[in-house]
Every structure is written in structure tokens, then in C-alpha cells.
């Protein structure tokens, strides 16, 4: 059975960081690009960040370049995305995806 389970979130200040994890279980999570997406409230869950199966290639949307870097660790069947700069418009439910399958999402909220 397909899981992948975000963690990480949490209430942040402005200019800080944090770094998201995923775990991901069920399937060979080696074999997948793997995607970052979030919701803010009151709008469409959008598009973040994508890596490749290797973890060589990444691309983040250009609301995000420069601050949001996504890694992965195939041994440990783990997706990341280290957050830097946040700024209150990063507020939002984070989710990873792979392959369709979506987590259940852990909220991030960038406030003083």
C-alpha cells in the first residue's frame, strides 16, 4: 500500500527556515520523480518543487527560486524541501505527491 507521510511544519518567523520531510513507503520510491505542492487558504493547491529518481535534477516555481531546495535520500525512502527566507506567503499546507499518490500534508505558517 502506497504512503507517503509529510512531516516537519510548524509555525515559523518571517526570514527563518525549515525543512520538510516524506516519507515514503508501499512502493520503490527510487523508481519516481517526486513532486512538492501546497495550499494556501482559500486557494488551489499549487506546484512547488520537482526532483528526478536521482536526485541530480531539481526545479522549484519562481515564487520559491533561490529559497526552496527539494533532495531526496532513495536509501531511505525520504523526500525533502528545505525552506529557507520564508516569508508569510509560504503559508500553506505542504504536500508531497509521487506517482498520484499525495500525503496527508503538514502546515506551514509564517507569521510574527
Known amino acids: 500500500q502506497v504512503r507517503l507521510v509529510e512531516s516537519g511544519g510548524g509555525l515559523v518567523q518571517p526570514g527563518g527556515s525549515l525543512r520538510l520531510s516524506c516519507a515514503a513507503s508501499?512502493?520503490?520510491?527510487?523508481?519516481?520523480?517526486a513532486n512538492w505542492y501546497r495550499q494556501a487558504p482559500g486557494k488551489e493547491r499549487e506546484f512547488v518543487a520537482q526532483?528526478?529518481?536521482?536526485?541530480?535534477?531539481?526545479y522549484v516555481v519562481d515564487s520559491v527560486k533561490g529559497r526552496f531546495t527539494a533532495s531526496r535520500d532513495n536509501a531511505k525512502n525520504l523526500l525533502y524541501l528545505q525552506m529557507n527566507s520564508l516569508i508569510p506567503e509560504d503559508t500553506a499546507v505542504y504536500y508531497c505527491m509521487v506517482d498520484g499518490s499525495w500525503g496527508q500534508g503538514t502546515q506551514v505558517t509564517v507569521s510574527s
Open positions: 526532483i528526478d529518481i536521482f536526485g541530480r535534477s531539481t
Open positions: 508501499g512502493f520503490t520510491f527510487s523508481r519516481y520523480l
